[in-house]
Structures are given as C-alpha cells and as structure tokens.
C-alpha cells in the first residue's frame, strides 16, 4: 500500500492500474521502449512507473513542474522515444542509438558541476541496491517512512518507497512543501522515518518547538552546514544521513549521525576506495566488483571504524598559492557568526595567488563586509580568508539545498550580485 497526502492506495489498486495503463500505451512483455514521463498527479505517474518497470523497459521520470519545453529537451537528451506529457496520448520523438535490450532507470544527474548528464541504471542494479540497503539499514523496520521530496528522483522514489514496499511497509508521500503541513503529518504517525531535503529539514527543525523532536531524520543530497546540522540533529530523536551517486545509487548510510561530514558505512554490495586519513583525502571511487569504477569526483577518506567521511567536492576546492582551502570550512566559520544566515564560497581568479576564496552570504539585517572579514581572522587561516566578500538577499540554493558553486561563480562574474544592500557597504 502507499499513502499519497490523505488518500490510500492499496496492491490491488496499483496492480490494476498499472495493467490498464500498459495496455493503453501499448507495453509489451520485455518491452525495449525508452520512455520519459511527466504527470503531475504522483499517483498516475508511480501507476505507469510500476508498469514500465513490470515490463523491462526504460523510464526517466521528470519532475512535474517541468515545463513541457524543458522536459522535451530533457527526454530528447536522455535518448527516449517517447514523451508522456501529463496524457497517455505519447508524443513520438526521434528514434535514439541510445535503445538497448535492457531496462534502465533513467536519471539526470544534478548539475552542480557542470551541465547534467543522463545516467542509466539497469533494474538489476537497482535490485540490488535495494536489498543490500534493506539487509544492512534495519533500524527504521518499525518506522513509518514519510516521503516529501521528489519521487522522480532515486532518493525519494527508490530509498523512500520502493525499500519501504520491499520492507512490506505503507509509505507515506506527501506532495507539498508546506512545512507546517509536513509538520501535522509527522505528529499523526507514530513513528515516522522523514526522507527529504537538507533544506527542508532546517526549516522543520527550526519550527518544531522545544522539547518537541521528530522521531526519524534522514538527510541526503548535500553536505550540512554545520548550524543546520546543530538545529536538525537536536530536533530529531533518531538522525540518519546516506551518500550515494547518480552512477551508482546509494553507496553509503549512517546510522547515527555525529558530524555532517561522516556520510556512513559502505553498502556491502560496493566497494569504495579513497584515503585513509583526513591529511591523505582522495578522491571516493566505486564499484560493484563486476562494472567499471566510478569516479564520484568527491575527495574523502575511510576511518579506522569504516566510516566515510566526505570532504568536498573535488571541482569545489579552491587552491590559494597551492594551498587547499576547503568552502565548507569557510561557511561554517562565516554561518557561526551572529545574524548570518547562510553562505557560500566559491574560488575566484587571482593574478598572484591563482585562486583566491570569494563569499556571497545572507543574513537577518545589513552587516558590513568588514566585520565579516575581521570575523574570519579571528577564526580562518590567512588563505582561507575570502578576499570579496558580497552580502545578498538569498544564497542562491537548488530546491535540496545543494549549491552549484560553478554557476554562482559564473553569476557573479556576470555582476548579478553586485547590487549591494542597504547598510551593508564596507
């Protein structure tokens, strides 16, 4: 059974619906179709889901509030052949080279590095990643896992429902972002398990009052700032975090999260390489053991317990004068100061240093660039000191919270944060 906001959908239900949708569009048994979707109903779309998957074919799902141009371009880049567009009438696209006799999902990779890239996993991939979570994450087995984020993307529709149904679990979406509604949802079941984005997170635990927590977090997506890890890891009774790729799914969980950085335990069905210590940080590669290695293009290494640690992004890490500066620590340092918000570093070019840290940071009232600069000597080292430091109405964060440090980098090139605000000139 799934619950979607109020209404429940029982076996019965989906396994109907699906066969009537398959025999509508015309899905055959070992269906070779690659076909993209975009409904804006979750319950039509997880019905034609479970169709497509059922007959062996491909399927990229699309977020429904894409516009039908960008979902076109989409489905098109991903090689499909067709287009469901809110209707089961499938707009024909060109045939693609792409097409092969096996069943992948279908997904887009985020984009915080450059321009996203169609990534295909075959459904026997997926099986197994499903089992392996399921056998190796047992605690939430008595908890109900509450789904608010997109179900068209592998973190909500294989981590929230189709381990929750493998568990023989009711799993519950709720498709809005309301977080006070999110919040009545919580207090209704018992023991609920909340997969969503950082962002969101953050704003339940800074609404939930004191002495109130919710049963179960996890996180996924993005490296926590350390004062948003602080406020959801004191909101949250239990507090979990998974790491994971496009390439690969989910690779790693923790099962009780202490620091934002240690992502978890490698899934036993992968084997990751890295370094061993902080002060030999390398970059995280994967495998299964029977495809090629995948370059996560993540520096981290593995404690002596096996814990993963993540770092940075390889493509985010500024080198001043060969010096590595690390953005995160130089937000957590800047978000510890009283009135500010949140941030972001990003490298800018420098004629003697080659790079140095640039920071574009919000906060609750104007604060001159000088005293934030005269905060981060008392807390930075010389070269992690941002030589530009801008204050905007809002750090320009993706809907999970991630941030593409390679678009705000260009943006501010551009001079689409130079405007300053009131008060806040140095």
């Not at 179709?33 to 779309?45: I, M, N, Q």
């Not at 039908?68 to 024909?92: H, M, Q, W």
Request: charged share 20%; glycine share 8%.
């Amino acid at each position: 059974m799934i619950r979607i906001d109020d209404r429940l959908y029982d076996e019965a239900y989906f396994s109907a619906r699906s066969a009537e949708l398959a025999a509508e569009i015309g899905l055959g048994a070992q269906d070779t179709g690659r076909y993209a979707v975009c409904f804006s109903e979750t319950v039509d779309w997880l019905a034609l889901f479970f169709a497509i998957r059922k007959a062996g074919a491909s399927v990229l799902p699309i977020h429904p509030g894409t516009p039908y141009p960008a979902a076109r371009k989409l489905a098109i880049g991903a090689g499909c052949d067709r287009l469901f567009y809110n209707s089961l009438t499938a707009e024909v696209l060109e045939p693609s080279d792409l097409l092969s006799a096996e069943g992948t999902l279908l997904q887009m990779s985020s984009g915080t590095t450059g321009a996203p890239k169609c990534v295909a996993r075959n459904w026997t991939e997926i099986d197994a990643e499903i089992e392996s979570y399921v056998a190796t994450f047992r605690e939430p087995e008595d908890m109900t896992p509450v789904v608010a984020c997109p179900t068209t993307h592998s973190y909500g529709l294989i981590c929230g429902i189709l381990v929750a149904l493998k568990r023989g679990q009711t799993p519950v979406i709720v498709n809005t972002a309301n977080p006070k509604y999110l919040l009545k949802v919580l207090r209704e079941i018992e023991r609920p398990l909340l997969y969503s984005s950082p962002a969101i997170l953050h704003t339940l635990a800074r609404l939930t009052p004191a002495g109130e927590q919710i049963h179960a977090t996890m996180t996924s997506g993005t490296l926590l700032p350390d004062p948003w890890f602080a406020d959801i890891r004191a909101k949250s009774r239990f507090m979990f975090q998974q790491y994971g790729c496009s390439e690969s799914g989910c690779i790693a969980i923790n099962l009780d999260v202490t620091s934002a950085g240690d992502m978890g335990f490698v899934l036993p069905h992968l084997i990751a390489a890295t370094g061993n210590t902080a002060e030999d940080a390398g970059e995280i590669v994967v495998s299964n053991g029977d495809g090629a290695p995948i370059h996560t293009r993540d520096l981290g290494y593995r404690r002596a317990d096996g814990m993963l640690v993540f770092v940075s992004r390889l493509d985010d890490m500024i080198n001043v004068s060969g010096l590595n500066v690390y953005p995160k620590d130089v937000e957590d340092a800047v978000m510890a100061m009283p009135a500010v918000t949140d941030a972001v570093a990003f490298r800018k070019a420098d004629r003697f240093a080659g790079e140095r840290v640039a920071l574009l940071f919000s906060a609750e009232a104007p604060v001159a660039p000088q005293a934030v600069r005269e905060w981060c000597s008392r807390h930075l080292a010389s070269h992690q000191l941002p030589m530009e430091i801008l204050q905007i109405d809002a750090v320009p964060r993706q809907a999970n919270g991630k941030i593409s440090r390679r678009d705000v980098a260009a943006r501010h090139l551009a001079g689409e944060f130079n405007k300053p605000i009131a008060g806040a000139a140095s």
